[in-house]
């Protein structure tokens, strides 16, 4: 697990990841550099002087001592140089450093009220600049120094800054929690899923109402007309009926 992912808080997510630039680390291993030049100009003065004995043996000690010890501050230095980092998330902007003992230094996005780019024109040839945080807090971060793509990380840090703005406001809602799905029940015996059931025989058709011939229709009609006269059905029975034969026809 990177050493980031330790520092976020709930939710939070690092949005962009940056270093400065490698000028840095040639500016910071300068002595390592050097160590190992004078030792290659030791080696050929050596050859060129034609030493022999003691001397010689004590120098090749000095050069070997000058090779290993440049090498080796290079490389702390190279440690230190990948370990500063500087990142912009949801809610901050951080800037880590150190290679066992860890310093982080943070400004909330809420108090930063703008971000003053600084750029001449060999960092904007080989793309890195100074970047000021003017914050309203006194503690805080302040200046990033030699940054690489120093208006990518600044347009990356107000897109946040906004972003937080809205949802801290309401226009901007909470990303909802994702959908659970509802789990499958199974067998209790063999943990296996049920059987899935017989699809469902389809309901019987009513069946269709004949159709009648206009005598039928007349006799019913005339049948049902005595019924009524005669007070075996009523009335409303009559009209009802009647038009029910009527659609028949």
Partial sequence: MAYIDQMLASGEQPIVRDHQHWFVLLADAFYGILAILAAIVLLILRGAANITGGFDTILGYFVLALVVGG????????LRWRNEEYVVTS?????????????VIDSSLEKINDAVLSQSIFGR???FGDLEIL???ETGISRLRMLRQPDDFKRAMLDAKHDLELELSGAKPLPAPPIRMPSTPRDP?????PAPLPPAAPAPAS??????????V????????DLRDR???????YEAKKADLLRRL
């Fill in 71 to 78: 090498l080796l501050y290079i490389l702390w230095q190279a």
């Fill in 91 to 103: 809610r901050r902007v951080l800037r880590m450093e150190g290679v066992v003992n860890k310093r």
């Fill in 125 to 127: 040839m080989f793309g």
């Fill in 135 to 137: 914050t309203a807090s």
């Fill in 189 to 193: 015996a063999t943990g296996a899923p």
């Fill in 207 to 216: 069946p269709a109402r004949a159709e009648l011939s206009a005598d039928e």
């Fill in 218 to 225: 007349t006799r019913t009609l005339g049948s049902l007309a």
């Fill in 231 to 237: 007070g075996a059905i009523s009335a409303e029975e």
